[in-house]
């Protein structure tokens, strides 16, 4: 080892999570992303860099543009409406003037007179706007049109509250006819730039404004176009022909992308927005990498590389679309780390946690250029590896990437087992690191029964469950790969694993799986959603899944709207917490999962039936990253976190992936069989068809229909020899 564990008695406060100074639900905020760029407006398609806000245009975790805001004679434009569309190609906000007095204090011009559409996108590191200016009054119009803007070169962790006590030079701006040049080189040594294009050129161009006099007839309109680029070279052409080629090549990007997908369609046509919509932001999050498909994990705090969320994702479609899981596989493969760094938590064969590009990972002044720290990911990723594999019959990509599975189940002999007891530990190398590396990774989400926090190395429960689950993909692969006693041996190590978790972790009186053994092997004897992922891999002995099932469904878990990250009867519940008492989707997506794996399929429907239910109160039918765990109240909406992501991709693929588990859907690629097992409805479905099922080289459309207490599959259309099988 390079260097011992860091592991203070009593841990700090969360150093790098997100300030919550403003709520993210107070501005509502419209969020656009393609590849490695991400934007956030407000309704009227402004961005205002105040305190704690997340506003702007940001391009590899740099603020590219911290202000922008468009008046009319001075005055703020009053918002008539702000839509996305359903594909998330285009934001449009439709906005009009208020009245204006003239200086006697008369009307001089009426509110309603003046119409902006502006229409708004991301493509390949550039924002293109489209502002269009009509008159709708009698008489001709003087109207200036002024639009400020301003660039920060904030670096993202700046922006969610960390404070910084140096920074680089601001650059003086640059302008020419038609442009603005915004840059700053940071401590770093990297300039960061920021082009301004507008067409036609302003009456008056400045490095703050751009200000248009216009004069329209009755009738008229005029265009103005905008381009705001994060140091790309410059397009060819700059106006309405870059706007239009760039919109057309976007829409036709996501299309192809999203076409992958199997459709989804069923009775109730407010889940059908709901699918829509998670399909939606599942595949803006995607970025396309060297090495494939890659979900980024939210928006704003999350839109890069993360190896736990984009496996999980992955692991949620697989079903749907298992050219992601490729992506993901193959991506982090390319990026497994190969030797130690205490700094970034590196050690051999372990799976990548996050990657940042902003100005402080490249200082280290934030460990996350690089960093490895969650202990999970690397089972996770053998996890993906076997399913995919049983998923597709890809063996070819298995190869290709065998020699990272390899390294990865080693790092689990190796470095995971940290003391030698058969369980799979973690604990950061040095302060800067993430106290908690489990998916609940805030500072206090691993706790005793009377509060107090655990100490590490922390051996947590569902990662337990991880290493069953790979040992149980490496067997499984082992055998397509032709090493059958490595297979059986796999095997053995899976089932004697599964026997000492029981024993260890099972606490009768809790009615579940504790939540973790701390350092000095203590159990945490506390409850928590954690045990359900015990039921996901099949870790769980059969004796205890109907207790653990219950133990889950229980009034102090299950808050109505989804199971909470901790019940009520724990002494650091608080439902407005980040981890200890909050309902995220994806957690709840996974223990669905599980619960079906064992029988409990009206169990998976209730969770099912909560999310769909909650997704009703929310904007757009988006479920975020999280909301808080209060209890449900009839005719009353979910109550939300305040700086939850929205979207956040494995909170996207959760209504997805609840799909599967409520209909029971399964792959035998070598049968080129679909089976559906014992399927199931909730009560807000009773019809449900699913389009372009693909298995090999064939693919099915199904029905699944209510028949009294019973669903029954029907195939609609069969192209190529697949087999569909229900078993009741």
Same mark, same amino acid.
């Given at each position: 080892?390079?260097?011992?564990?860091?592991?203070?008695?009593?841990?700090?406060?969360?150093?790098?999570?997100?300030?919550?100074?403003?709520?993210?639900?107070? #501005?509502?905020?419209?969020?656009?992303?393609?590849?490695?760029?991400?934007?956030?407006?407000?309704?009227?398609?402004?961005?205002?860099?105040?305190?704690?806000?997340?506003?702007?245009?940001?391009?590899?975790?740099?603020?590219?543009?911290?202000?922008?805001?468009?008046?009319?004679?001075?005055?703020?434009?009053?918002?008539?409406?702000?839509?996305?569309?359903?594909?998330?190609?285009?934001?449009?906000?439709?906005?009009?003037?208020?009245?204006?007095?003239?200086?006697?204090?008369?009307?001089?011009?009426?509110?309603?007179?003046?119409?902006?559409?502006?229409?708004?996108?991301?493509?390949?590191?550039?924002?293109?706007?489209?502002?269009?200016?009509?008159?709708?009054?009698?008489?001709?119009?003087?109207?200036?049109?002024?639009?400020?803007?301003?660039?920060?070169?904030?670096?993202?962790?700046?922006?969610?509250?960390?404070?910084?006590?140096?920074?680089?030079?601001?650059?003086?701006?640059?302008?020419?006819?038609?442009?603005?040049?915004?840059?700053?080189?940071?401590?770093?040594?990297?300039?960061?730039?920021?082009?301004?294009?507008?067409?036609?050129?302003?009456?008056?161009?400045?490095?703050?404004?751009?200000?248009?006099?216009?004069?329209?007839?009755?009738?008229?309109?005029?265009?103005?176009?905008?381009?705001?680029?994060?140091?790309?070279?410059?397009?060819?052409?700059?106006?309405?022909?870059?706007?239009?080629?760039?919109?057309?090549?976007?829409? #036709?990007?996501?299309?192809?992308?999203?076409?992958?997908?199997?459709?989804?369609?069923?009775?109730?046509?407010?889940?059908?927005?709901?699918?829509?919509?998670?399909?939606?932001?599942?595949?803006?999050?995607?970025?396309?990498?060297?090495?494939?498909?890659?979900?980024?994990?939210?928006?704003?705090?999350?839109?890069?590389?993360?190896?736990?969320?984009?496996?999980?994702?992955?692991?949620?479609?697989?079903?749907?679309?298992?050219?992601?899981?490729?992506?993901?596989?193959?991506?982090?493969?390319?990026?497994?780390?190969?030797?130690?760094?205490?700094?970034?938590?590196?050690?051999?064969? $372990?799976?990548?946690?996050?990657?940042?590009?902003?100005?402080?990972?490249?200082?280290?002044?934030?460990?996350?250029?690089?960093?490895?720290?969650?202990?999970?990911?690397?089972?996770?990723?053998?996890?993906?590896?076997?399913?995919?594999?049983?998923?597709?019959?890809?063996?070819?990509?298995?190869?290709?990437?065998?020699?990272?599975?390899?390294?990865?189940?080693?790092?689990?002999?190796?470095?995971?087992?940290?003391?030698?007891?058969?369980?799979?530990?973690?604990?950061?190398?040095?302060?800067?690191?993430?106290?908690?590396?489990?998916?609940?990774?805030?500072?206090?989400?691993?706790?005793?029964?009377?509060?107090?926090?655990? /100490?590490?190395?922390?051996?947590?429960?569902?990662?337990?469950?991880?290493?069953?689950?790979?040992?149980?993909?490496?067997? /499984?692969?082992?055998?397509?790969?032709?090493?059958?006693?490595?297979?059986?041996?796999?095997?053995?190590?899976?089932?004697?694993?599964?026997?000492?978790?029981?024993?260890?972790?099972?606490?009768?009186?809790?009615?579940?799986?504790?939540?973790?053994?701390?350092?000095?092997?203590?159990?945490?004897?506390?409850?928590?959603?954690?045990?359900?992922?015990?039921?996901?891999? %099949?870790?769980?002995?059969?004796?205890?899944?109907?207790?653990?099932? $219950?133990?889950?469904?229980? %009034?102090?878990?299950?808050?109505?709207?989804?199971?909470?990250?901790?019940?009520?009867?724990?002494?650091?519940?608080?439902?407005?917490?980040?981890?200890?008492?909050?309902?995220?989707?994806?957690?709840?997506?996974?223990?669905?999962?599980?619960?079906?794996?064992?029988?409990?399929?009206?169990?998976?429907?209730?969770?099912?039936?909560?999310?769909?239910?909650?997704?009703?109160?929310?904007?757009?039918?988006?479920?975020?990253?999280?909301?808080?765990?209060?209890?449900?109240?009839?005719?009353?909406?979910?109550?939300?976190?305040?700086?939850?992501?929205?979207?956040?991709?494995?909170?996207?693929?959760?209504?997805?992936?609840?799909?599967?588990?409520?209909?029971?859907?399964?792959?035998?690629?070598?049968?080129?069989?679909?089976?559906?097992?014992?399927?199931?409805?909730?009560?807000?479905?009773?019809?449900?068809?699913?389009?372009?099922?693909?298995?090999?080289?064939?693919?099915?459309?199904?029905?699944?229909?209510?028949?009294?207490?019973?669903?029954?599959?029907?195939?609609?259309?069969?192209?190529?020899?697949?087999?569909?099988?229900?078993?009741?």
């Amino acid at each position: 080892m390079s260097s011992a564990i860091v592991d203070p008695p009593v841990p700090e406060p969360p150093e790098y999570s997100v300030a919550a100074s403003t709520s993210l639900q107070e #501005r509502r905020p419209n969020t656009l992303k393609h590849g490695d760029t991400f934007a956030v407006f407000d309704h009227n398609g402004d961005a205002y860099c105040g305190s704690g806000s997340p506003e702007g245009v940001f391009h590899r975790d740099t603020r590219h543009l911290s202000h922008l805001a468009v008046t009319i004679n001075g005055t703020r434009p009053l918002l008539l409406s702000s839509t996305l569309r359903d594909d998330n190609a285009t934001l449009t906000c439709d906005l009009t003037n208020p009245d204006f007095l003239d200086e006697s204090g008369a009307v001089a011009l009426a509110h309603d007179s003046i119409h902006l559409r502006r229409s708004r996108f991301l493509w390949n590191g550039t924002c293109y706007e489209r502002i269009l200016v009509r008159n709708f009054h009698e008489r001709p119009q003087q109207i200036e049109i002024r639009l400020a803007f301003a660039a920060d070169f904030a670096d993202l962790f700046e922006v969610r509250g960390k404070q910084r006590k140096l920074r680089g030079q601001m650059h003086p701006p640059t302008t020419k006819r038609g442009e603005v040049h915004l840059s700053y080189t940071g401590l770093d040594g990297q300039k960061r730039t920021t082009r301004l294009g507008f067409d036609p050129p302003p009456s008056h161009l400045s490095a703050a404004e751009a200000v248009y006099e216009i004069g329209l007839t009755p009738g008229q309109s005029r265009t103005l176009f905008l381009e705001i680029n994060c140091q790309r070279e410059p397009a060819i052409t700059i106006g309405h022909r870059s706007f239009f080629f760039a919109l057309r090549d976007a829409r #036709r990007a996501l299309r192809s992308s999203s076409g992958r997908a199997a459709s989804i369609v069923s009775s109730n046509e407010v889940f059908n927005e709901v699918v829509r919509r998670s399909i939606s932001d599942l595949y803006m999050l995607i970025t396309d990498t060297n090495e494939g498909p890659y979900p980024y994990a939210g928006i704003p705090w999350f839109s890069t590389v993360f190896g736990r969320d984009a496996i999980i994702a992955a692991i949620e479609t697989l079903w749907l679309d298992p050219e992601i899981a490729r992506g993901v596989l193959a991506h982090l493969a390319a990026n497994q780390a190969t030797d130690f760094d205490p700094l970034s938590d590196a050690e051999p064969g $372990k799976i990548l946690h996050e990657v940042r590009f902003g100005e402080m990972a490249e200082l280290r002044e934030v460990p996350f250029r690089r960093y490895y720290g969650s202990v999970d990911s690397t089972p996770l990723f053998v996890m993906l590896a076997g399913q995919y594999l049983q998923r597709t019959g890809d063996i070819a990509t298995i190869r290709t990437i065998w020699p990272n599975i390899e390294a990865a189940l080693k790092w689990i002999d190796d470095h995971g087992d940290r003391d030698g007891d058969g369980f799979v530990e973690y604990g950061r190398r040095t302060e800067e690191g993430l106290i908690n590396q489990g998916w609940k990774d805030s500072h206090d989400s691993v706790f005793h029964a009377d509060g107090t926090l655990a /100490r590490g190395p922390i051996a947590i429960v569902e990662v337990q469950a991880y290493v069953y689950g790979a040992w149980e993909a490496a067997s /499984r692969m082992l055998r397509v790969l032709g090493q059958e006693d490595r297979a059986i041996e796999f095997t053995r190590r899976a089932d004697d694993l599964r026997h000492r978790f029981d024993s260890v972790f099972f606490d009768a009186e809790l009615g579940t799986y504790v939540l973790a053994l701390d350092g000095d092997k203590q159990p945490c004897r506390v409850r928590s959603s954690n045990a359900g992922h015990a039921l996901l891999t %099949g870790l769980a002995i059969p004796e205890r899944a109907e207790v653990v099932a $219950k133990t889950l469904m229980s %009034g102090a878990s299950f808050s109505g709207w989804g199971i909470r990250t901790v019940p009520v009867t724990e002494r650091r519940f608080n439902p407005m917490s980040y981890h200890n008492g909050s309902v995220w989707p994806h957690d709840n997506a996974l223990i669905a999962l599980g619960l079906a794996r064992y029988g409990y399929r009206q169990q998976a429907a209730r969770i099912f039936e909560g999310l769909f239910a909650a997704s009703t109160y929310i904007e757009l039918r988006r479920l975020p990253e999280l909301f808080c765990g209060f209890p449900r109240q009839r005719a009353q909406g979910p109550t939300f976190y305040p700086v939850a992501c929205s979207p956040q991709a494995w909170a996207a693929a959760a209504p997805l992936s609840l799909i599967q588990s409520c209909l029971g859907i399964e792959f035998y690629t070598k049968q080129m069989q679909i089976t559906f097992d014992t399927p199931y409805l909730p009560d807000f479905i009773e019809e449900l068809e699913i389009g372009n099922l693909q298995i090999g080289s064939g693919s099915v459309d199904v029905a699944a229909n209510r028949s009294g207490t019973r669903v029954v599959i029907d195939v609609i259309e069969r192209r190529g020899h697949v087999r569909v099988v229900t078993l009741i």
